[in-house]
């Protein structure tokens, strides 16, 4: 494509995106219902519950509905066209690799990222307000009012407001957020953040429903990188020219709900139905265009958390870039460094878990290995698959 009109192409995108979160208010399908903005455990323990959970029901109801039907579309082209579709690279989300017992590291992550959902969600309630100085990116969520007051990621997206709070608390937002940004990086987006589960689960069930994933080449990489930027200029500039993020952002439409509040983002809502229907065919999709992972990922070069390669060992077979959710290239290409670390990477290891030789590829921690390739566990996935 031309720079021109890639150029073009983009500037329509960015100017679509800004243009729906500055005004969804104004859309006929937008209603906020904030007159019910409470919460608590009586509430989520009675029948009530159960009404306020109706949108995320019609949510999941959506995604199914437009995920058998984009199953179908695809069957229908791939029988008209098979010339273009098979240009299409399908995910069978393992690489080449066989299906492995879980090593401890996989099952300490889930167990994680369930625990801190639970917590965003339910936390609050449960251990109180004394959770809001917890200023740790995507895991404040104003919206749960009664849980996370002093939410870094709202004032991430409204800095504007920043400056009316008294010095104390701008010191906590930046204090927190920045420590836990550098502690952590983006291991916060592998471990701690609700809508990365989200999309890990839908990605477990197009697994076990055996649906093939669509696997996006350097070239779909490329176009969506500047609806990334889009999205972080709108995020970090819609508060300087009075506009709201939180207008359209997807998590809006599923945690305050869960929280037992009676509302409805319909723009939120709709744009979650593609968070899903996206998670689902392509792993962690939403997440290479989050503008917050985005500006973690600024950091995530001198964070704590680091992927280490041994280039010796490693026999460039390409099974980490093939399981690699976030498309990073250079795990498989880099032939020198040993610190392979990519600002977009999430600290998920499943380009450690898929490789097949001892030691080439490792998370670490402080310098600590903490996970680690390991060829005796992937023949052990082949052996098992020999055995069925
Ligand atoms: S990229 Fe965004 S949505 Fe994805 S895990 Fe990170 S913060 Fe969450
Ligand atoms: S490089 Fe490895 S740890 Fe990082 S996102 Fe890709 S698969 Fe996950
Ligand atoms: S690091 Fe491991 S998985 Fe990646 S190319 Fe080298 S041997 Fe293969």
Redesign the pocket.
């Known amino acids: 494509m031309k720079p021109i009109k890639k150029i073009i192409i983009t500037s329509v995108i960015c100017i679509g995106i800004a243009l729906l979160a500055y005004f969804a208010w104004l859309f006929p399908f937008y209603e906020f219902t904030s007159n019910d903005f409470t919460t608590s455990i009586e509430k989520i323990m009675s029948a009530e519950y159960i009404k306020t959970l109706v949108p995320l029901f019609i949510i999941i109801s959506l995604a199914t509905a437009g995920i058998i039907i984009t199953v179908f579309i695809r069957k229908f082209l791939a029988k008209k066209d098979t010339s273009r579709f098979s240009k299409v690279r399908t995910d069978r989300s393992r690489g080449n690799s066989p299906k492995q017992k879980p090593s401890i590291f996989m099952v300490l992550r889930w167990i994680i990222m369930i625990i801190f959902a639970f917590m965003m969600i339910w936390g609050g309630l449960i251990f109180g307000l004394k959770m809001a100085s917890l200023s740790i990116p995507v895991l404040s969520c104003p919206w749960n009012t009664e849980q996370m007051t002093e939410s870094s990621c709202y004032y991430l997206s409204h800095l504007n407001e920043l400056v009316e709070l008294p010095w104390q608390n701008i010191l906590l937002f930046l204090g927190s957020t920045i420590g836990f940004t550098l502690l952590l990086g983006r291991a916060i987006c592998g471990f701690l953040c609700p809508m990365g589960l989200i999309q890990d689960i839908t990605d477990k069930i197009r697994q076990k429903t055996k649906i093939e994933g669509i696997k996006m080449n350097d070239k779909m990489y490329e176009a969506i990188a500047p609806v990334k930027w889009c999205m972080v200029l709108i995020f970090v500039g819609l508060c300087f020219a009075g506009g709201n993020f939180c207008n359209f952002c997807p998590a809006v439409a599923v945690s305050p709900i869960l929280a037992g509040m009676s509302t409805s983002l319909y723009v939120s809502g709709f744009l979650m139905v593609l968070v899903l229907m996206g998670g689902f065919f392509k792993r962690r999709a939403f997440c290479t265009i989050c503008p917050l992972g985005t500006i973690m990922g600024f950091f995530h070069k001198i964070s704590l958390f680091r992927v280490k390669?041994d280039c010796q060992?490693?026999?460039?077979?390409?099974?980490?870039?093939e399981a690699c959710p976030m498309g990073i290239k250079m795990?498989?290409t880099e032939r020198e460094k040993a610190d392979v670390t990519h600002a977009n990477c999430i600290m998920c290891g499943e380009?450690v878990k898929?490789?097949?030789?001892d030691n080439?590829?490792s998370l670490t921690f402080a310098g600590k290995k903490i996970y680690t390739?390991s060829r005796r566990k992937i023949m052990s996935g082949y052996e098992q698959e020999g055995k069925k």
Do not use: Q
């Open positions: 390669k060992s490693c026999t460039e077979c390409g099974a980490c870039y795990i498989y380009c898929c490789c097949p030789e080439a590829l390739s």
